[in-house]
Protein backbone atom coordinates (compact mmCIF):
# COMPACT_ATOMS: atom_id res chain seq x y z
CA UNK A 1 0.00 0.00 0.00
CA UNK A 2 2.58 2.43 0.64
CA UNK A 3 4.00 1.69 -2.44
CA UNK A 4 1.02 2.88 -4.14
CA UNK A 5 1.06 5.95 -2.22
CA UNK A 6 4.45 6.47 -3.11
CA UNK A 7 3.75 6.24 -7.21
CA UNK A 8 0.64 8.26 -7.24
CA UNK A 9 2.57 10.92 -5.73
CA UNK A 10 5.39 10.77 -7.86
CA UNK A 11 2.68 10.38 -11.25
CA UNK A 12 0.96 13.92 -9.56
CA UNK A 13 4.45 15.87 -9.18
CA UNK A 14 5.52 14.75 -13.03
CA UNK A 15 2.02 15.99 -14.17
CA UNK A 16 2.22 19.46 -12.08
CA UNK A 17 5.97 19.98 -13.72
CA UNK A 18 4.63 19.19 -17.36
CA UNK A 19 1.59 21.34 -17.90
CA UNK A 20 1.14 21.04 -21.48
CA UNK A 21 1.16 17.34 -21.29
CA UNK A 22 -1.11 17.14 -18.53
CA UNK A 23 -3.53 19.08 -20.48
CA UNK A 24 -3.23 16.37 -23.40
CA UNK A 25 -3.66 13.87 -21.35
CA UNK A 26 -6.89 14.80 -19.79
CA UNK A 27 -8.17 15.81 -23.28
CA UNK A 28 -7.49 12.94 -24.94
CA UNK A 29 -9.14 11.13 -22.01
CA UNK A 30 -11.99 13.39 -22.03
CA UNK A 31 -12.75 12.43 -25.25
CA UNK A 32 -12.00 8.96 -25.47
CA UNK A 33 -14.92 8.56 -22.67
CA UNK A 34 -17.19 11.16 -24.09
CA UNK A 35 -17.01 8.54 -27.43
CA UNK A 36 -17.57 5.86 -25.14
CA UNK A 37 -20.18 6.87 -23.96
CA UNK A 38 -22.17 8.26 -26.77
CA UNK A 39 -21.57 5.13 -28.66
CA UNK A 40 -22.85 3.43 -25.89
CA UNK A 41 -25.98 5.57 -25.60
CA UNK A 42 -26.47 4.49 -29.73
CA UNK A 43 -26.40 1.22 -29.11
CA UNK A 44 -28.53 0.65 -26.34
CA UNK A 45 -31.36 2.42 -27.66
CA UNK A 46 -30.76 0.73 -31.33
CA UNK A 47 -29.57 -2.76 -30.66
CA UNK A 48 -30.13 -3.72 -26.64
CA UNK A 49 -33.50 -2.08 -25.61
CA UNK A 50 -36.64 -4.15 -26.67
CA UNK A 51 -39.22 -2.24 -29.33
CA UNK A 52 -41.84 -0.37 -26.31
CA UNK A 53 -44.43 -3.68 -27.05
CA UNK A 54 -45.57 -6.48 -25.27
CA UNK A 55 -44.35 -9.71 -25.88
CA UNK A 56 -41.36 -7.74 -28.77
CA UNK A 57 -39.21 -10.80 -28.92
CA UNK A 58 -42.10 -12.46 -30.43
CA UNK A 59 -42.72 -10.12 -33.43
CA UNK A 60 -41.70 -10.58 -36.66
CA UNK A 61 -41.29 -8.95 -40.36
CA UNK A 62 -41.66 -11.23 -42.96
CA UNK A 63 -41.01 -10.08 -46.71
CA UNK A 64 -40.59 -11.92 -49.99
CA UNK A 65 -37.38 -11.91 -51.83
CA UNK A 66 -36.47 -12.43 -55.72
CA UNK A 67 -33.47 -13.42 -57.29
CA UNK A 68 -32.53 -9.87 -57.65
CA UNK A 69 -33.59 -8.72 -54.54
CA UNK A 70 -33.10 -10.21 -51.29
CA UNK A 71 -36.01 -8.21 -49.70
CA UNK A 72 -38.90 -6.67 -51.14
CA UNK A 73 -42.01 -6.17 -49.87
CA UNK A 74 -44.67 -8.42 -49.77
CA UNK A 75 -47.53 -8.68 -52.62
CA UNK A 76 -51.06 -7.69 -51.06
CA UNK A 77 -52.24 -10.86 -52.56
CA UNK A 78 -49.90 -13.04 -51.02
CA UNK A 79 -50.32 -11.94 -47.54
CA UNK A 80 -54.42 -12.39 -48.01
CA UNK A 81 -53.03 -15.99 -48.80
CA UNK A 82 -50.44 -16.07 -45.85
CA UNK A 83 -53.48 -14.92 -43.65
CA UNK A 84 -55.81 -17.35 -44.83
CA UNK A 85 -53.79 -20.04 -44.14
CA UNK A 86 -51.62 -19.37 -41.44
CA UNK A 87 -51.24 -21.70 -38.59
CA UNK A 88 -47.67 -20.59 -37.21
CA UNK A 89 -48.51 -16.80 -35.71
CA UNK A 90 -50.62 -15.37 -33.62
CA UNK A 91 -51.62 -12.46 -36.31
CA UNK A 92 -50.18 -10.98 -39.38
CA UNK A 93 -50.61 -7.94 -39.81
CA UNK A 94 -49.15 -6.07 -43.26
CA UNK A 95 -48.22 -2.13 -43.39
CA UNK A 96 -46.55 0.17 -46.17
CA UNK A 97 -44.42 3.46 -45.34
CA UNK A 98 -45.07 7.01 -47.52
CA UNK A 99 -45.54 10.04 -47.12
CA UNK A 100 -48.57 12.47 -47.44
CA UNK A 101 -49.63 16.21 -46.94
CA UNK A 102 -51.95 17.12 -44.19
CA UNK A 103 -53.83 20.46 -44.82
CA UNK A 104 -56.42 21.82 -42.20
CA UNK A 105 -55.40 24.60 -39.89
CA UNK A 106 -52.41 26.25 -40.63
CA UNK A 107 -50.26 25.52 -43.48
CA UNK A 108 -49.87 22.35 -45.32
CA UNK A 109 -47.54 19.94 -43.71
CA UNK A 110 -45.80 16.82 -45.59
CA UNK A 111 -45.88 13.69 -42.98
CA UNK A 112 -44.34 10.07 -42.82
CA UNK A 113 -47.05 7.82 -42.16
CA UNK A 114 -48.00 4.26 -42.42
CA UNK A 115 -50.79 2.10 -44.36
CA UNK A 116 -51.50 -0.65 -41.84
CA UNK A 117 -53.97 -3.41 -41.78
CA UNK A 118 -57.52 -3.12 -39.46
CA UNK A 119 -55.36 -5.36 -36.93
CA UNK A 120 -52.13 -3.94 -37.11
CA UNK A 121 -52.38 -2.30 -33.77
CA UNK A 122 -53.82 -5.30 -32.14
CA UNK A 123 -50.85 -7.38 -33.49
CA UNK A 124 -48.51 -5.04 -31.96
CA UNK A 125 -50.28 -4.99 -28.40
CA UNK A 126 -50.04 -1.42 -28.42
CA UNK A 127 -52.69 0.94 -27.01
CA UNK A 128 -53.25 4.17 -27.43
CA UNK A 129 -53.31 7.43 -24.99
CA UNK A 130 -56.53 9.11 -26.54
CA UNK A 131 -59.35 7.89 -29.16
CA UNK A 132 -59.48 4.21 -30.43
CA UNK A 133 -57.70 2.01 -32.49
CA UNK A 134 -58.48 1.23 -36.25
CA UNK A 135 -61.03 -1.50 -36.82
CA UNK A 136 -61.90 -3.68 -39.00
CA UNK A 137 -65.01 -2.15 -39.08
CA UNK A 138 -63.49 1.49 -39.51
CA UNK A 139 -62.24 0.12 -43.06
CA UNK A 140 -65.36 -1.75 -44.18
CA UNK A 141 -67.37 1.14 -43.76
CA UNK A 142 -65.13 3.72 -45.22
CA UNK A 143 -62.70 1.68 -47.84
CA UNK A 144 -59.94 3.80 -46.13
CA UNK A 145 -59.69 4.96 -42.22
CA UNK A 146 -56.78 7.11 -40.29
CA UNK A 147 -55.41 7.56 -37.19
CA UNK A 148 -52.75 9.69 -36.48
CA UNK A 149 -50.58 11.18 -33.16
CA UNK A 150 -51.88 13.44 -30.94
CA UNK A 151 -49.32 16.47 -32.81
CA UNK A 152 -51.17 16.08 -36.18
CA UNK A 153 -54.76 15.45 -34.88
CA UNK A 154 -54.13 19.07 -32.34
CA UNK A 155 -52.54 21.04 -35.65
CA UNK A 156 -54.95 19.13 -38.00
CA UNK A 157 -58.40 18.55 -35.79
CA UNK A 158 -58.24 22.34 -34.06
CA UNK A 159 -57.16 20.39 -30.73
CA UNK A 160 -59.59 17.83 -30.92
CA UNK A 161 -56.93 14.81 -29.74
CA UNK A 162 -59.66 12.09 -29.52
CA UNK A 163 -59.84 11.38 -32.90
CA UNK A 164 -63.80 11.51 -33.47
CA UNK A 165 -64.68 14.73 -34.55
CA UNK A 166 -62.76 17.47 -36.85
CA UNK A 167 -61.86 17.02 -40.33
CA UNK A 168 -57.86 16.84 -41.52
CA UNK A 169 -57.79 16.89 -44.93
CA UNK A 170 -55.26 14.85 -46.65
CA UNK A 171 -53.47 14.58 -50.16
CA UNK A 172 -54.54 11.25 -50.34
CA UNK A 173 -53.41 10.95 -53.99
CA UNK A 174 -50.25 8.92 -53.44
CA UNK A 175 -51.65 6.84 -50.49
CA UNK A 176 -55.85 5.84 -51.69
CA UNK A 177 -54.49 3.27 -53.82
CA UNK A 178 -52.40 2.20 -51.30
CA UNK A 179 -55.41 2.52 -48.51
CA UNK A 180 -57.97 0.60 -50.73
CA UNK A 181 -55.75 -2.44 -51.61
CA UNK A 182 -54.22 -2.49 -48.28
CA UNK A 183 -57.39 -2.28 -45.76
CA UNK A 184 -60.29 -3.15 -47.93
CA UNK A 185 -61.21 -6.53 -49.89
Known amino acids: MNSLLRDVRYGLRMLRKRPGFTALAILTLAL ?5 TAIFSVVNGVLLRSLPYP ?5 MVLTEATDKRPEISVAWPNYQDWRAQNHTFEELAAFSGG ?3 LTGAGEPERLESLSV ?3 YFSA ?5 AAGRLLTADDVSRRGAAARGS ?3 LRAGAAGDASGSGGGL ?3 MSYLAARSRASCSR
Open 124 to 128: LGARV
Open 117 to 119: TAN
Open 150 to 152: ARV
Open 55 to 59: HAARL
Open 169 to 171: AVG
Open 32 to 36: GIGSA
Open 99 to 101: VFN
